[in-house]
Every structure is written in structure tokens, then in C-alpha cells.
């Protein structure tokens, strides 16, 4: 199989997720601009303004080395509801010490003077190379055009600008119909090279235009995140820069959020989650040369806990995840995997393996009618489940994974040169 | 680099593990010949002798689902003292169930049978594909023929026909002054694929003509083990079918070893462990298109664990590995996966990060020296050290990897196709 094959069988998975029309959202306006620092006839500095009155909730990475933008990020919003985000891709200002951190501040500062806004309400977001100091100059320099050109049609070029090594923009946008009021909620995202986040930084960024009080916002931004993008990541959030934003802008005035219990509250976060699962398959979808999306569903454990572990040991292993580019319905890999998860007392003769609904392994030996056809049809499918039956218990979890391909290898080993 | 290009690469960082002679241990007659059943034009079944009055010791794989021979070898071993070790290459004989335990079984009486010895004294070994059983009928027709021909001088022979995907043989020898006294400790062993060893079984025979006595013998096998084979591996022993066997013949009458904590204990051990570390390199280095032979050495952390965790989470970072394949001293990828190890209150303001001798990170920032001349330098080698130091303690460890190439995902891809 060439590059290109590889490329282009990821490209119509990452497109299988499906497009949306994206619906503006009042109170929220987008801009971008070339700095060209790293990347050349592209955009790559996008500023989003968010309306006085809105909620924001934040979460962060949890790597213990968060870069100098996260830092200043969780300070300013400790401070106050954020009214600016600026973010630059290309340069994720980790590793960069003080300098580093007083570049980011640098660009707050021009944002905010622009703006004529506190620094403190402005929050800076970068993704790209570890260890390299930014060029502010030529970021500040564009602060007062992309300002001029802010417009709620702005999502399709900001969600274009913050890429980086990723193949397709995320995007996606819904409206929700709440007790006869229609509610919008788009986001951006970008993030690939879901084999490990390291580098490859996730962004988010989601608005809705209700009115959402912010202690539930962050409760709903939490929830969202865990049923989402927490799902594809082996180690959680965990690369230097990792951050998802969710803006209430609340100029919807029919509907307030306020109770994380009501049915209302239920009846958005489902719209929600809905919006951060399809950003989230489009990442996981667009990870660094993967020719297939993979759901590891892992059934009939103890505990959450157990369930998740199996799952990501699975979705962790090379060797699996080489058989699921070479469309080999290895199951003898997935088994190891399994085995080698950190849970007390497996037994093997409770094990069963599917590969969508082909039963592979019946308690910890193949099925009788199994095949090695019926296995290698599903594997040819650039989306499968593989799904792991512990018999042990009620618990279930899933989570979403791709393969290891040339393509993965290539691109990661050719980043920088 | 062509796949050719890097193949070549390989076999030379093997090499440079070193070619000893290999002397012949009394007490111990090998043989092989060819099953045919997987490999064609090479001998895939060997049998070791071990002489009557020997001692044996052994650890196996921790993997959950420990495949038939190993439930067997436990089983036999628990019993007696083995006299006959029976190798096949090509199929691991796991995840097959009763059958599977049946054809084990056979294969143990078959050789039992023709050697006049009880059942129990014959311990089976299987590496290769999971989920297939064994043809058992091409590997005892050869037993006659096998045993016909064992001999002192057959460790080279039996060291090839255990290989699967390894693309050298493993063999160390060297002789031992102890006390005036010349002793003899000879390996063999398989193993690739290092990134993780899940399908990749390693399996190691040493013996020596040393007497020992048991209980120290299962005591220096540790020892060594925890010094070689277990540094090469990311989760400790848990293919399904890894086994590291140590024999002492007692051949040499001068010499008896009875007690740990003698001189002449650690004189031996000191001679073992450096049979066992020449073996485990060899199998790092010959890692599935591995080109270079990294160390990876985490200094002043609180505890071994600690270090052990640092230096895991380093090694199998998919995104280090990439960056060491491109020879690109992409600090920013270590960083990031120091950052994410499993270590309560890391500060990266102590972290220094060194390529060998050259210091890249000094507390959190790139070091002022620092050039990316002098990194790219050193990631030229086929062999390097990646030292981190935590500055939150005294305790050092060490493990040893390799990087991820596009060969590592060819042979995985392509291995069972």
C-alpha cells in the first residue's frame, strides 16, 4: 500500500463523520490571518470574540509540564469570564520557560489594547512544535486586521487556521429544538496523531447560544468531554497544551439553564455531546495516517475502571493496531492485549471477542463457526468495533482508536525536517 | 530510507551487540531439524538435553493468558526437575483451548517415550502465531531423528530454529574464573519486536556447568532477569508464552553454590548477568526494524518505581520513537511524555534532559549551550542514551528501546499475510 492509498482511504473516513451546515452563533465572532511562521499560503492565527454576559468553562490538560499558554489561560479565567481567544498554530510555546511565558502574555496584552479589554479577559491558545519561542511580532502585528474582520460567519476559517498536522478542518453544528425554542451549538477542534496526544495537541472550542448559569456549564462541559474526547485518547488530556472551551453566550433569552438536573439541562447536554462526538470521531478519524476507525467496546466488566483499562490496552498495542491496518483479523493480538491488562483474576474461558458481530472467540477459544472470511470482511471496513465480552460483570466502556500505518510513521518522523 | 536501507541499519546494531565463542556446556546435548509446518528451508523444532542431577529454574510470562506449553511447563516443573526442553518455532500453541493442552501434552509424552523418562521431565516451549493448533504429528515424527543427533556443540543449531521473526540469532558464551576454577555459562534466546512484546514471545535457555543449589539457582535467575530481560521489556514478562530457563549441570565437582550471598555467588552472577544482558540486548536490537539501540536512563528520582514509570512512558511514546527513526533530537517529544508519566508533583523546573553527554534541557528550558547541531550529532549514532534526571532524589534506573520504524509496521503488518 503507497502513501497516497493510505492517505486517501483516512481522508473518507475522517469525511464518513459527515458535514454539517454550521450555524452562527449569536454573541460569538471569528476572525483569522497569515502569520506565515511556519506554515506558508495559510491562516494561521484566529481570534474569537465572545459577547459581555456570556459563561465560559474550561478544562485543561492534566500533563504535568502544561505549556506557557495553558498557564496563562487557567490564571486569566480564574480571574474572569473570558471576552477574547487568540490562538496560533504552528508553535505550541511548551518548553519555553519564562520567555516563553511572557510571549504569551505579550500577545494578551495587544489583544486586550485592541480590544480595550482587561488582559486578564483575554486567553491564549497555541498548538504546534515543543521548544521553539514564538515570533510574537509578526502574531501581534495582525491583531489589528483580524479585529476589523471579526463576523459570526467566521467558524469555517478560524476551525481551517488552528490546524496542524491534520488532514481535514472540525467542525460541526446542530440546533436543538428546547421546550419550542431553537437552540445553536457549533465548535472547532482540531487534533490528530490519536495514537498518543503528545504533540499533537486537541483544541476545542463550543458556543451555544443559551443561557447556561457557569457552575453548570462547567458540569455540562465535564460530562460532554467524557462521553467525547476523553474516549480518544489513551492517557486522557494529557499532551502540554490540551484545552476544550464551551461558551454560553445567552442570547437566547427564553431558555435559562441553571439546574444540572432539569430536563432541560438534559435535553442540551444531549445536542452537546452530540456536537463534541462528532469533533471528537473527526479527530480521532484524522489521526496521523490512520486508514480506519476503530470503537474498542469493552463489555461485562466489574468496574468502569477495568472496562476502560482493557479497552485502552487494546487500542495501545502496535501489534493490534498493525492488524488493523493490514486488515488481519489477528485476534490472537487482541487476546494478549486483553491478557496483559492490569485486571486481577481474568480468566481466559469467560473471554469472548467480536469483530462487529462476528464472534471470534468464544470463552478464550475460537468459535466454533468463526472463519477466518467472516473475520477478514469486517476488518476490510474503514470502521469496525471490536468488542471484548470480560464475564465478569455488568460494566461497559468504549472508547475510539485507529490504526498504525506507513502513514502514521512518515508523518510523524518527518514533522519537523 | 527504503526498507532495505533500514534492514541493513538493523542487522548492523545487532552486530554490534558482539559474536562470542561459544563454548559448550557439559551436560547439555542439543539438536534440531525442520517441522516444515510454518518456515520453509530452516529447522523450526529443537530439543535440549539436560544431563541427570542438574538444577533447572524458570520464570514465565505474567500474561493473564499464559498459552498451553507454559501451563504445562509450570505444571511439569512444580513436579521434577526437567530433563528434556522441547522448542518449536512458528506456532505459540495459544488461545487453542484443551486442544491446544492436549497437543502440548503430546508433543511432552512422545519425547518422554523415546528418551525412557517420565512425562514430567519433558517441558514444552511455543512461539509464533496465536490461535492456531499445532500440527503436532510433523513435530513428533522428527523426535527419533532429533534425539539420534544431540550434541554439545549444537547451541548455534538451536538457536536458529527457534528464531520466528527475529532476523539473528541470539547466542552468548563465556567462561567464568571462579576461585581458579574455569566455568562455562552459554545462552540462547529469541525475541523482536520490542516495542511491546506481546505476540513477539521472548524465550531464553542459559546453563552453566556450575553445581547450584535450587533455591539459589531460582534466586540468581531473578537477579539476572531483572538486570537484562526485563529492562528490554515495556510491561515486564507478559507475552503469552515467555519463559527464561537457567540450568546448572553441576558438571564442574569444585564448585558448589549454595548460598546467595557468598563471593562465589555474586562472581557467577556477575558472569550471568552479563550472558543474560548480551542476550536482551541483542533481542532490543533486533527489535521489528529497529535501527538504534536507545537507553533510556532516568536519574535522581524519589524511588526505582518512579524512574521505571519516567523511563516506560519515554520508551513507548509512539512520537519519541518517530523522532528517534528520523534521527531528529525532537526534545519536545520527550518532554511531553516525561510530563504525562504516572508521577505525583513532577516539577519541570528541575527536569535536565541530556543526549548522551549533550545537555539539551537544564532545568525546564533548553539548555544555553545547547545547538541543534550538537543533538542532531549524537541522534546520528545507532546507539544512545537518553538520560533524564528528575532532581527529586537519589535512585537511578534503566531500560533499554528502540525506535519505531516504517519496517516495525511492515513485519507487523505483513506477518501473518
Known sequence: MSANDSINNKQSIAGEVGKNTIFPVSGIRLATAAAGTKYQDRDDVAIIEIAL?????????????????????????????????????????????????????????VVAKT?????????????????????????????????????????????????????????????VDIDGTEVTITGIAKGSGMIRPDMATMLAFVATDVKIKPEVLQHLLKESVSESFNRITVDGDTSTNDACLLIATGKINDIYINKTDSETARKFLQGLIQICKSLALKIVSDGEGATKLVRVLVKEGKNADECFNVAYTV?????????????????????????????????????????????????GVPAEKYTEMDGNEIMQQSALTIEIRLGRGTIAEHIWTTDLSYDYVKINAEYRT
Chains 1, 2 share one sequence.
Open 53 to 109: 454576559d456570556s459563561s465560559v468553562a474550561a478544562v485543561f490538560t492534566k500533563n504535568a509540564f502544561c505549556a506557557a499558554p495553558v498557564q496563562i489561560a487557567r490564571e486569566h479565567i480564574a480571574k474572569t469570564t473570558p471576552q477574547y481567544l487568540v490562538i496560533n498554530a504552528g508553535n505550541a510555546n511548551a518548553g519555553t520557560g519564562q520567555q516563553g511565558y511572557a510571549n504569551g502574555l505579550e500577545i494578551c496584552t
Open 115 to 175: 480590544a480595550s479589554a482587561p488582559v486578564e479577559t483575554v486567553l491564549p491558545f497555541s498548538t504546534g512544535v515543543i521548544g521553539e519561542q514564538l515570533q510574537v511580532d509578526s502574531i501581534t502585528a495582525l491583531v489589528p486586521t483580524i479585529f476589523a474582520s471579526l463576523n459570526e460567519q467566521g467558524w469555517e476559517a478560524a476551525a481551517a487556521a488552528i490546524l496542524t498536522t491534520d488532514l481535514v478542518t472540525k467542525i460541526a453544528s446542530t440546533k
Open 315 to 363: 487500542a495501545h498495542s502496535p501489534l493490534v493496531k498493525t492488524a488493523l491496518f493490514a486488515s488481519d483479523p489477528n485476534w490472537g493480538r487482541i487476546l494478549a492485549a486483553v491478557g496483559r491488562a492490569d485486571v486481577d483474576t481474568l480468566d481466559i474461558n469467560k473471554i469472548s471477542i467480536f469483530l462487529d458481530h462476528v464472534c471470534v472467540i468464544e470463552k
